[in-house]
């Protein structure tokens, strides 16, 4: 069974300028979670999609971060325009649902962002 | 402030040593898992305690859930060079609109030399 896809592994950019993530679950997970890892830090959720709604985005930075899940399968991650503290590593994980005692997230290799 | 606190944050031992990492809050969660993270990859779950009380053996790892369901160890014997990377734990609070979201704590890093 494939695992869960990002890319690309690295991206090195100046600040001001615009990134975009891209994940592809496994295949027949309805749940897509994005999450920042900063150096250091645990990873923290981003945003979680069901299918192609959002569930949770209490913690994206709207004004400069938007993400998409539009068929309900892959889902890009955009930073526009980026700061120096968005330096870090963006995980994408996929589980079956998105809730129980048993839901389990994959997590993909993530993305490491580097912004100068 | 963390909503989950983890102890220690870093840990360097030698081969064959033993050790806990805690993971502890004041919040209570349905359910608490414990990753390990290497270098370069996303986490990888190692087990999910559900039950305040619980205990898991994954090999020579320990898995503890705190009776109130609020706090939880992992504790490894006999520790091996492979068992290096970071550890997270990521509780599963309870009810509400953030059922099932998980919080993680900031990580242990653990290096174990040969």
């Known amino acids: 069974e494939a695992g869960v896809a990002q890319s690309p592994r690295y991206k090195i950019i100046e600040k001001r300028q615009s990134v975009a993530f891209w994940c592809n679950p496994i295949?027949?997970?309805?749940?897509l979670y994005w999450y920042q890892q900063i150096l250091g830090q645990g990873p923290k959720l981003l945003i979680q999609?069901?299918?192609?709604?959002?569930?949770?985005d209490s913690q994206l930075p709207k004004d400069r971060f938007s993400a998409e899940r539009l068929k309900g399968v892959d889902s890009t991650l955009k930073i526009q325009p980026a700061k120096l503290e968005d330096s870090a590593v963006y995980l994408c994980?996929?589980?079956?649902?998105?809730?129980?005692?048993?839901?389990?997230?994959?997590f993909g290799a993530g993305t490491r962002l580097s912004v100068l | 402030t963390q909503l989950l606190e983890q102890s220690p944050q870093f840990l360097s031992i030698q081969e064959g040593e033993n050790l806990t990492v805690y993971c502890n809050s004041s919040s209570v969660f349905s359910s608490l898992q414990w990753y390990r993270q290497e270098p370069g990859e996303g986490p990888v779950l190692l087990v999910t305690v559900v039950t305040g009380g619980e205990v898991k053996k994954l090999k020579r790892l320990t898995f503890q859930f705190g009776d109130a369901r609020k706090d939880s160890s992992l504790h490894i014997t006999a520790a091996q060079p492979g068992d290096t990377g970071l550890y997270l734990c990521a509780g599963a609070l309870s009810g509400g609109t953030s059922y099932g979201k998980l919080t993680f704590g900031q990580g242990t890093i653990l290096t174990v030399h040969p």
């Open positions: 994980a996929s589980s079956l649902r998105g809730s129980g005692t048993k839901n389990i997230q994959y």
């Open positions: 999609f069901q299918n192609n709604g959002v569930v949770d």
């Open positions: 295949s027949g997970h309805a749940t």
